[in-house]
């Protein structure tokens, strides 16, 4: 089981997302750390603290030493690079919308780490594609909502994720028409595909992960890969009936047939 080191900048993150932040971070592992910076003394992160008790996240407390200068992003930079060291953590969350993060993402990916961000559709793409996985915190439930249909396990390449929001709790999730999903599944399954043009449904959910950090079948309406598959036009799906591969599934476009 993986370890996972779930950092929070609450300065940029609304309390009202912990729970869904927690449910989408604990698919990748054991939550092993659970860190939550800011400058405590501030009146507008008193809502956070109750979460921080519920949630057993640790607070960590930095002070805003000059007006203008975001301290806290430093602290949470700081706390990843000496667990990175310590080597008792092999996945990073890092729950922010906050460019600041991109090159972290980028060490810890270097030192073999994965690195899962999770954060607002206003993040800057830098961040975002510097990750392994980037989830929109709109695609995720607010506290006192119903999380979507996804699965218990970790993610594998059937790539559940995506969100986006701000600060703020409520924010109505983007949902997109499947068909707008086509030209990158298309890019995929071709790069993906044997001679007979099928590509096994898991090679196809690596090659997006890997070109498209950001993308979500959430976004899209549907939970899974290959629901979203079955849903897109000009896409057939089947289900192996091989025993090396049973019950995997395999997709093709359509017009090969």
């Not at 809502?47 to 407390?61: C, D, F, S, Y």
Request: proline share 5%; net charge negative.
């Amino acid at each position: 089981m993986d370890h996972v080191a779930v950092l929070i900048d609450c300065d940029n993150v609304s309390r009202d997302q912990v729970r869904g932040v927690l449910a989408e971070t604990a698919r990748y592992g054991t939550l092993s750390v659970k860190r939550g910076y800011g400058d405590w003394t501030r009146p507008h992160l008193n809502g956070w603290k109750n979460e921080l008790t519920r949630h057993a996240i640790q607070p960590v407390q930095q002070f805003a030493y000059v007006a203008g200068k975001n301290a806290t992003d430093s602290s949470l930079i700081i706390d990843a690079m000496d667990l990175l060291y310590a080597g008792n953590v092999n996945v990073f969350c890092i729950v922010s919308s906050d460019s600041d993060f991109t090159r972290l993402a980028v060490r810890l990916r270097e030192s073999g780490r994965r690195v899962y961000g999770i954060g607002a559709r206003h993040t800057p793409g830098a961040f975002a594609n510097a990750c392994d996985r980037f989830t929109y915190l709109d695609l995720l439930p607010g506290d006192g909502e119903t999380p979507a249909a996804v699965p218990a396990t970790a993610p594998d390449s059937n790539l559940e994720h995506e969100r986006g929001s701000g600060t703020t709790a409520g924010v109505e999730p983007v949902r997109l028409d499947p068909v707008a999903a086509l030209p990158l599944l298309e890019a995929a399954i071709s790069a993906s595909a044997d001679e007979d043009g099928w590509a096994y449904l898991a090679t196809v959910g690596a090659y997006i992960a890997n070109t498209e950090p950001t993308f979500d079948s959430r976004t899209y309406g549907h939970a899974k890969l290959g629901s979203l598959a079955r849903n897109v036009p000009g896409i057939e799906v089947r289900r192996l009936e091989d025993p090396a591969h049973f019950g995997h599934l395999a997709v093709r476009l359509a017009e090969l047939r």
